[in-house]
């Protein structure tokens, strides 16, 4: 919803290798982060899920955990704005691609069906 309040969930290729990033931003702080190089390409179908909770998330890329490299804690952000796409507060960062099928759960998923979700 802004840059200092936000849930986010994406691929970055700006770089290479590139990377897939979950990400947990409250107050402008970084609060939960979870990245792997990017094993995403052209025409490859790419599944992800990621799950967050007051001091607790996870984030899953084809079947397999992502170790965060900033482990979930404290309260969530406070969110008013839900975009897919693009990154919702800035015209810089459009998707180029497909989503071909997206779920929203209210509550945070256990672990395991979070990897079978994500299954190739």
Known sequence: SSSSERIGDFVDNTATPGSETGLVVRGGATVGQFTQASS????????????????????????????????????????????FGFNGYTSLSYLNGWIRKLTYWPARLPDAQLQRLTNP
Request: glycine share 4%; hydrophobic share 50%.
């Open 40 to 83: 995403v390409s052209a025409s490859t179908v790419f599944k992800s899920a990621f799950a967050v909770a007051a001091n607790d998330a996870a984030k899953y890329n084809n079947g397999v955990r992502i170790t965060p490299s900033v482990v979930m804690s404290g309260t969530l952000p406070t969110v008013t704005t839900l975009a």
